[in-house]
Antibody, heavy 119, light 110 residues
Framework: QVQLVESGGGVVQPGRSLRLSCVGSGFSFSSYGMHWVRQAPGKGLEWVTLIWYDGSYKYYADSVKGRFTISRDNSKNTLYLQMNSLRAEDTAVYYC????????????WGQGTLVTVSS | QSVLTQPPSASGTPGQRVTISCSGSSSNIGSYYVYWYQHLPGAAPKLLIYRNYQRPSGVPDRFSGSTSGTSASLAISGLRSEDEADYYCAAWDDSLSAVVFGGGTKLTVL
């Protein structure tokens, strides 16, 4: 069955960087658009970024534009999120998610990894 | 403020039918597919409805989705205690070039 497994979360100081990874299995990873979606404590779901199945297009939420970079390695079935200049408000559970098609919401979701930005 | 508007809460008794609304605009619900998710604390969001009304295999037919213009609805019939969760709608928004979510609706089974 479809599995998305995130890793790389942890505690990081404000202004520092962190890289999240997500490994996909059980589906044709290279045919799916891939997203990162986050949920801050006590808040709702917030979409962060999307990368096209072949990496040709990338979209970002205004709240992370210029600080976060999404990328993928289809040969390793792996999605990445490079997070720079982290702020306290970036504290959240980060979910990796997949969608079959371009401009649409996700179909499959991972279990999430917690990122805490604190001094 | 979320781009898609959902009521913050909904409730019903076991066996009842409840409906959760999701209001958007021509740049999102009016032009793109709506998705609905069920989210339990500590778990991954679960896809309930995709492409406005389609149900993934394994999702009971008690759950149904519909759209009309720039609004969408999720209906849950034969309410059960295990349906108590947060529910979110989502769609692509062409003006923002982003996926937009509703603020979420907390469903309580009384």
């Amino acid at each position: 069955q479809v599995q998305l497994v995130e890793s790389g979360g942890g505690v990081v100081q404000p202004g520092r960087s962190l890289r999240l990874s997500c490994v996909g299995s059980g589906f044709s990873f290279s045919s799916y658009g891939m997203h990162w979606v986050r949920q801050a404590p006590g808040k709702g779901l917030e979409w962060v970024t999307l990368i096209w199945y072949d990496g040709s297009y990338k979209y970002y939420a205004d709240s992370v534009k210029g600080r976060f970079t999404i990328s993928r390695d289809n040969s390793k079935n792996t999605l990445y999120l490079q997070m720079n200049s982290l702020r306290a408000e970036d504290t959240a559970v980060y979910y990796c998610a997949a969608s079959y098609g371009g401009k649409q919401a996700p179909d499959y979701w991972g279990q999430g990894t917690l990122v805490t930005v604190s001094s | 403020q979320s781009v898609l508007t959902q009521p913050p809460s909904a409730s019903g008794t076991p066996g009842q039918r409840v409906t959760i609304s999701c209001s958007g605009s021509s740049s999102n619900i009016g032009s793109y597919y709506v998705y609905w998710y069920q989210h339990l604390p500590g778990a991954a969001p679960k896809l309930l409805i995709y492409r406005n009304y389609q149900r993934p295999s394994g999702v009971p037919d008690r759950f149904s989705g519909s759209t009309s213009g720039t609004s969408a609805s999720l209906a849950i019939s034969g309410l059960r205690s295990e349906d108590e969760a947060d529910y979110y709608c989502a769609a692509w928004d062409d003006s923002l070039s982003a996926v937009v979510f509703g603020g979420g609706t907390k469903l309580t089974v009384l």
